[in-house]
Each structure stands twice: as structure tokens, then as C-alpha cells.
């Protein structure tokens, strides 16, 4: 049997780039590659241009820094016929766009690979850019009977022509509160606003990231982080686990997840069992919600009162083999070389269409 060709699609035009690059190494170093032949597409992070990344290109963190696509290798041509080299065709059978952040995780890569009819990991358009879009997602979430932080979004255009308007609507929210961009990741840009006079500041930074900031309510509570793998076209959802930050972080921002050791996860969280259901189940309801396809990491804030909040759905969470969900995948079982075959047979008998389910 010929070996099925992947093109593992990592780097990218977003601020998560690196971490991308970490996970398509993971992803290189567990493929079976009696059956599937990789090929390491990368994104440049500033052109954004597509490269055809040398065998054995180093993907590893290395004395406390992060890998990235280089400029200088070969460029890759994407049409509507697929990838090529030098007029050559890379014979692409499958997609695994390992990118994270918009211009990958936000339907536009979905979208290019369903025009050029090549089945690819993961989440389809629509899933994508909703949950890519927090706004969006949240009302989504809300009207299948989940509860989401109170919140409301300011866009630069509105903050920057009407700020008393805005300032009106945000005086019904209780502090703290939490300000970030709308469609962001790694908690870039996200502040933890304690009073009105640190509001002005929080929102300018969130829309540094994003003309759509979002001000929501600040939960306090516990992190609790839910994987979620499509097999068989059933889905298996993991024990949900805990993250516990140091205490010298205020929440968990862009330090607290990837610069310190001083995050761990408790798996499985210690929560009441019939908080563990109803939290597996909830994370069943916002992956079927969106509509979404493959895998994707469901994160919820268990507040200190007792309630389930959903707080946000990663259509390709981090993916590193010691990223949350693998960790999660494997302490359900399922080894990380697994789920990566699981995904890939998953793109290959995909019955959903273009916009999800
Ligand atoms: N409404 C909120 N209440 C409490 N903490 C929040 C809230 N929104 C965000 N946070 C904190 O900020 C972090 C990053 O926000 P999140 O919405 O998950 O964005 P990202 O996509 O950047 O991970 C969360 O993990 C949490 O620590
Ligand atoms: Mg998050």
C-alpha cells in the first residue's frame, strides 16, 4: 500500500507562531511513518509565505528558544490544483494545519483546502472562524443553554467615536473585569481590569491585537480544560483537567503559559463526580454547538459559586506532546500517536460538509 502524503502545515501569520512550529515537531516525531509520509509545509512569519522546510529542520525549544519557519527555503505554490515545488506537484493527500490564531485556526487555510479538495484535520469553515471569533462563539454557546460570562464587545471605531456610550454600557459590569481581543489566543493582549481607571488602557491594548476587543466579567474560579477527539464519528471526551497557575500570576496570561514551569495541570480535576459529568457533557454540547469536526479543547471557569462557565472552544488547541491535550487524550488512554492517527482517518472519512455539521 503506498503511504498516504501529509503536508503538515506549521508557522503562520499569528502571534502563535513558534508554538506552531513546537507542535508540527511533536507531530514529526509520533506520525507512523509506515503510513504516512510527512511533508513540512511552513508559513513565514512575516511575508507569510509558504516554504518547503528541509528534513530534520530543527522543531525543538532549545535553551529557552523558540523555533521558526525559515525565510530562505524553497517556496511552496498553493492554487487551486494544491502544493507544488518548482512546477513539480507534492502529490498532497491529506492536510494537518498545525497553526494556530487567525490565518489558521479561523477558516481561511479550511477554506483554501476545501477549494482545492484535499481532505484536512480538524474543523471545517464555519466551526472554525466561530470559534475563532469569541463574540460569536459566546452567543452560540448562550443559546444552547450554556452559561458564558456577561459581556459585551467594543470595536476600536466605537471606542474611539462614542467612548461615553461605551463607558455607559461597560458601567453595568461588575469588576474586575477582563478585556481582550475578540479573536486572539495565548491570552496576547487580555488585561485583568480592577477599576474604571485601568479601563481605557486594557481596551487600547486589546485592540493593539484586534479592532474588536471584548469586556467581559471576570469569573472567579477554577480553569478547567476538556479534550475532545472524533473517533468513528463518535466522540470521546477526556477527564476534564485542572490548570493551576503560581500564584504569582494574576491569571493565566502569555508568562504563566509558556515562559514558567510553575503551571501544571491536575488530571483529572479534583471536582465532584457530578460536576466532572456535567462538565464532560457540556464540552460534548459546545463541540456539537459549533459544529466542529476532529478535535478541539474546551475550556470552562468552574466558579467559586458553582457554575459551569464555558469560557472559550481551540478548534487546534497547542499540540505539543506535553501541551494540555494530548496530556488529556492520554490520560483518557489514548497515546499521542494515536490521536494523530485518529485525526488523520477522521479527515480521510470526513462526512460533513464545507460549513460543518
Ligand atoms: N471572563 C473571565 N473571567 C476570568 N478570567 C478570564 C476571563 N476571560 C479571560 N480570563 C483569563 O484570561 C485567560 C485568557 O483568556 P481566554 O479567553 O482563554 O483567551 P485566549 O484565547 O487568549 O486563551 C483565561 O485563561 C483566564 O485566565
Ligand atoms: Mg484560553
Redo the contacts with the bound molecule.
Sequence with gaps: MSKIHVAILCGGRSSEHEISCVSAGGILSAIDRNRYQPILIGITRTSGRWVLMPEGYPLEIVDGVLPSVPEDAPEVNTDIHGFSVGGKSLGVDLVFPILHGPYGEDGTIQGFCEIANIPYVGSGVLASAAAMD?SFAKSIFASHAMKV?EGIVITAEKWESSRATCEALIGVLAYPL?V?PAR?????G?SKVHNPSELSDAILEAHRFDRKALV????KGR?IEVAVLEVDGSLVISQPGEVIIDEKFE??NFEAKYLDDATTAAIPAPLPSDVITEIRAEAATAFTALGCSGLARV?F?YSDEGQIII??INTMPGFTSSSMYPTLMAASGITYSQVIDELMKCALTRRNSVLGN
Design positions: 469569541k460570562a477582563f481582550k486572539g489566543g495565548s491570552s496576547r487580555t467581559e466579567e471576570g469569573v480553569e491569571f493565566y475550556d471557569i469560557n472559550e
